[in-house]
């Protein structure tokens, strides 16, 4: 014979500090605390739509549920989760309403943060500086292939671009909406840095621009290969006449100095 242990919901302790975590649409909801002798459910729904479950989120000891693949059917909807609180299996419980703790409302398309993209700083020979920006690769996979957050925002895709002078910290700011940008105004053998990130104006707040990439700096001289040449004639052409110079005074100077202390001793 089997008996089943039998659990009162006051024993389950409800889910603490749940909390949406969302990178180039890699969304992992969280919470706390490490379950003792029960479990965690997770439920999620729309306004108006019902309730979904993950499948690797049921009746869980782990403490966060990747949601990614849950959202990408409808990435401008607006999710809630709730985090159950349940017994462990074999377990059971006398009320039908398991405790429980809801989170804030997520939308991935406006709340997923967007992570510093990478770019390509040139000069061409006529001295002009070009960035070439790359758009940030997402969590989000379509036909086998995972889609950049070009794909995903389309035109309401837009760039910052900051730079200023080298040892200077004023700083302008340039807004782009396509992914290359020339710079042809800037002073010439001056070195620039350049930062660019991610911005969607759509977006409420700081929610707007994405993370900074880490600065890049042109050269401080635009000089062509020729140039460089010249240069280095000119140095190698400056240095012979010198080195033939000295050879030719300290031909000259030692004789006079060694007859100078001849007629000195006599």
């Excluded at 782990?62 to 377990?91: I, Q």
Aim: glycine share 4%; proline share 6%; aromatic share 12%.
């Amino acid at each position: 014979m089997y008996y089943s242990a039998s659990v009162t919901v006051d024993a389950l302790p409800k889910a603490t500090d749940v909390f949406w975590s969302s990178y180039n649409f890699k969304t992992i909801l969280t919470w706390g605390p490490k379950p003792v002798n029960y479990t965690y459910t997770v439920e999620f729904f729309r306004v108006g739509k019902n309730r979904q479950r993950n499948p690797h989120c049921i009746r869980s000891t782990e403490t966060e549920c990747d949601l990614t693949n849950e959202f990408k059917g409808d990435l401008k909807g607006v999710y809630t989760a709730e985090v159950l609180s349940e017994p462990l299996p074999g377990m059971t419980t006398d009320h039908e309403e398991l405790p429980f703790t809801r989170s804030k409302t997520f939308c991935p398309y406006n709340d997923t943060l967007i992570g510093r993209p990478d770019f390509k700083l040139m000069v061409n020979e006529d001295k002009k500086i070009m960035l070439i920006i790359q758009d940030p690769v997402t969590a989000l996979v379509k036909d086998g292939k995972p889609q950049n957050i070009r794909e995903i925002f389309k035109k309401n895709l837009k760039y910052k671009i900051s730079y200023n002078k080298a040892g200077s910290t004023g700083k302008k700011v340039q807004i782009v909406d396509e992914n290359k940008m020339e710079y042809s105004r800037l002073d010439e053998n001056q070195s620039y840095c350049f930062s660019v990130a991610a911005y969607i104006p759509s977006r409420k707040g700081d929610k707007q621009v994405g993370k900074w990439s880490l600065p890049k700096c042109s050269p401080q001289e635009h000089k062509t290969l020729f140039q460089g040449k010249s240069q280095i004639n000119t140095f190698f052409r400056t240095f012979l006449l010198s080195s033939n110079y000295y050879q030719c005074c300290r031909s000259n100077f030692i004789p006079a100095v060694r007859k100078h202390k001849r007629q000195g001793t006599e």
